[in-house]
């Protein structure tokens, strides 16, 4: 009978920090004081070909300059897209803010 006490005790314990843990409501899916999202850096360069997916040097160190400028350490290529001699790199920022 004692240990079928102390295990009820237990389990009310144990229980109830479960359910102090449990959120007690919805909560937003975006907070509200969020900061807002900055824009892609697009750039487009004209190819004649499509062997190296790679952006031209000078469209790398504008995008990354862009970054400096929002006060992000690098760029990075998150999309590229072709469309006749046209080529276009969507860029974004990533690291620490200084």
């Not at 009978?1 to 102390?6: D, G, I, T, V």
């Not at 790679?54 to 469309?83: D, G, L, N, W, Y």
Request: net charge positive.
């Amino acid at each position: 009978m004692q240990n079928r006490k102390a295990y009820i005790a237990v389990s009310f314990a144990v229980f109830g920090l479960i359910g102090a843990c449990a959120p007690t409501g919805p909560r937003p899916a975006i907070s509200g004081n969020a900061a807002p999202a900055l824009a892609a850096l697009s750039y487009s360069w004209k190819t004649d070909y499509a062997w190296v997916l790679t952006p031209p040097v000078e469209i790398q160190q504008k995008a990354h300059a862009a970054c400096i400028q929002r006060e992000f350490e690098r760029a990075f290529m998150t999309s590229i897209s072709f469309e006749h001699d046209q080529a276009t790199a969507v860029f974004s920022c990533r690291g620490a803010a200084f």
